[in-house]
């Protein structure tokens, strides 16, 4: 059973960084495609940013500040958030497709205020 597990979420100025962790447990297969999605209240869950195909994707609300990294040969991916503000307060969710399947964490909030 795979499972992702989250961590790196908190409270934050505006203009503040954080810098998000996702690791998946549970499969020696390596992923089609992993990243983040977020949820703000009230609002649909839209992706952030995502390695899909050997390429990275990005929100043109994110792009230039936030980065998506990952460690070479494992299932385990970095959200570097930047210059972060008030817009960027949600639930941020961990995606991942290994194996044919979709999987998704439990999610981390990230708040952004003063």
């Known amino acids: 059973q795979v499972q992702l597990g989250e961590s790196g979420g908190g409270l934050v100025q505006p203009g503040g960084s954080l810098r998000l962790s996702c690791a998946a447990s549970?499969?020696?297969?390596?992923?089609?495609?992993m990243g983040w999605y977020r949820q703000a209240q009230g609002k649909q869950r839209d992706l952030v940013a995502m390695?899909?195909?050997?390429?990275?994707n990005y929100a043109d609300s994110v792009k230039g500040r936030f980065t998506i990294s990952r460690e070479s040969q494992k299932n385990v991916v970095y959200l570097q958030m930047n210059s972060l503000q008030p817009d960027d307060t949600a639930v941020y969710y961990c995606y991942a497709q290994i194996g044919g399947s979709t999987y998704w964490g439990q999610g981390t909030q990230v708040t952004v205020s003063s």
């Open positions: 549970g499969s020696n297969s390596r992923f089609g495609a």
């Open positions: 390695f899909l195909l050997g390429r990275t």
